[in-house]
C-alpha cells in the first residue's frame, strides 16, 4: 500500500471576495472549510489543524501545495443523477416490467472493455466498488430457479445502470455481485462519486426494487458494499484460444473485495485511502468500524488498515 501514502486531501470553501458587473466576472478567494479546518499555532509557527484526522498541517505545506497546483487542469465530472429519489422512483415502471419479463432486450456493449483497451498506460488510480447481494445463495434454495433468475439479473441490471452516470464502469459481474471502478484522471473527484454512487445503489435496492419485489410475491433483498481507493494494473489476461479480456490487478481490488465481505446486510464500508479522499460532507457521516485480531491488512506504517462504515438514520 506504498501508492496511498501520496494521497491528500485538503477540503476549500469559496469565498467572494469583488464582483464586476461590467464583465459579469467574481474574484474569489479560496478558504480551508472551516467546519473540517482551524488556524492554530504551534512552537511559533502557523498550521491549518484537521479536526477529522488531528492532524497538524504546517504552513510552509499549504504553500508548496498550492504552488503545485497552480496551472495544473482541475477535473469536475458532474454526476447524472441530481436527486437519488427521483430516479428511484422512475426506476420502478421499468424494475416491475422486467421482473414480469417485459423487458426490451438491449444490444451488447462492454464500455469497460473499450474505455480499458483505450488507455495508454498499464497502471492508474482507482476506487473499486464491490457490491454483494446478501444470502443469494438461500434465495437459488428457496425460489423456484425462473424466479430467481429474473430477480437477480433485473437487480443486478439496475445496480449496474447506476455506475456510468457517477462515471464509473462495471468491471465484471460476480453471479451475485458486481465490481465497478472509477478512474482517473481526478482521483479526489472519483471518491466522492463513487461514495455517492454506492448510497444511490443503496436507496435503489431498499425503497425501489425491494417495495416492488414485495408486490411481485418475492423477498426483499439485502445488500452490502465495499470502497478502496489506490493504484492498479490493467493487464490483459486470460487465454486467445478460449477467452481474453482486460482486468485491473492489484491489492486494491482484493481489500474492496474484503472491506464488503465485513459488512452485515445494508452495510456501505470503506477502506481509510477512500475515507481521507472525501469530502469533508461524506466523512461526517461514517464511523470507524472496529476489527477483530483476525484482520491482518496493514497500512503504509505496518498498522491495522482502517475500515469505516456509513451511518444511516433509519
Not at 461590467?22 to 492554530?40: D, F, M, Q, S, W
Not at 425462473?146 to 464509473?168: C, D, N, W
Not at 453471479?175 to 462519486?193: A, H, R, V
Request: glycine share 8%; hydrophobic share 40%; net charge neutral.
Amino acid at each position: 500500500m506504498s501508492d496511498k501514502k501520496k494521497r491528500f486531501r485538503i477540503d476549500f470553501v469559496w469565498e467572494i471576495k469583488s464582483y464586476d458587473e461590467a464583465t459579469g466576472t467574481y474574484t474569489v478567494k479560496l478558504v480551508p472549510n472551516p467546519i473540517r479546518y482551524e488556524l492554530k499555532e504551534v512552537e511559533g509557527k502557523q498550521c491549518l489543524y484537521d479536526k477529522l484526522d488531528k492532524l497538524l498541517i504546517p504552513k510552509e505545506v499549504l504553500l508548496d501545495l498550492a504552488k503545485q497546483a497552480e496551472g495544473q487542469p482541475i477535473y469536475f465530472q458532474p454526476e447524472e443523477i441530481g436527486n437519488s429519489a427521483q430516479y428511484v422512483k422512475s426506476r420502478m415502471p421499468i424494475i416491475k416490467a422486467r421482473l414480469q419479463g417485459n423487458e426490451r432486450p438491449a444490444p451488447f456493449e462492454d464500455k469497460s472493455e473499450a474505455f480499458l483497451e483505450a488507455l495508454a498506460q498499464d497502471k492508474l488510480g482507482f476506487v473499486i466498488m464491490c457490491v454483494d447481494i446478501v444470502g443469494s445463495t438461500k434465495l437459488a434454495i428457496n425460489l423456484e430457479q425462473e424466479a430467481y433468475v429474473r430477480l437477480i439479473s433485473t437487480a443486478l441490471y439496475e445496480m449496474s445502470e447506476i455506475i456510468p452516470k457517477f462515471h464509473g464502469f462495471v468491471l465484471k459481474y460476480t453471479g451475485d455481485g458486481l465490481i465497478g471502478y472509477f478512474p482517473e484522471p481526478s482521483f479526489i473527484t472519483k471518491n466522492d462519486l463513487a461514495m455517492d454512487c454506492a448510497l444511490t445503489i443503496r436507496r435503489l435496492v431498499y425503497r425501489g426494487l425491494n417495495p416492488i419485489l414485495k408486490e411481485e410475491g418475492y423477498s426483499g433483498i439485502d445488500i452490502r458494499i465495499g470502497l478502496d481507493s489506490g493504484e492498479a494494473y490493467i493487464v490483459t489476461i486470460g487465454s486467445p484460444e478460449a477467452k481474453r479480456h482486460k482486468d485491473i490487478l492489484g491489492a486494491v481490488v482484493s481489500l474492496a473485495a474484503k472491506i464488503q465481505s465485513l459488512g452485515g446486510p445494508g452495510d456501505i464500508l470503506l477502506g481509510d485511502v477512500t475515507l481521507r479522499n472525501l469530502h469533508t460532507m461524506w466523512r461526517q457521516i461514517c464511523e470507524e468500524v472496529e476489527l477483530g485480531r483476525n484482520w491482518e491488512y496493514k497500512d503504509e506504517e505496518g498498522k491495522p488498515y482502517k475500515v469505516h462504515k456509513v451511518k444511516f438514520k433509519e
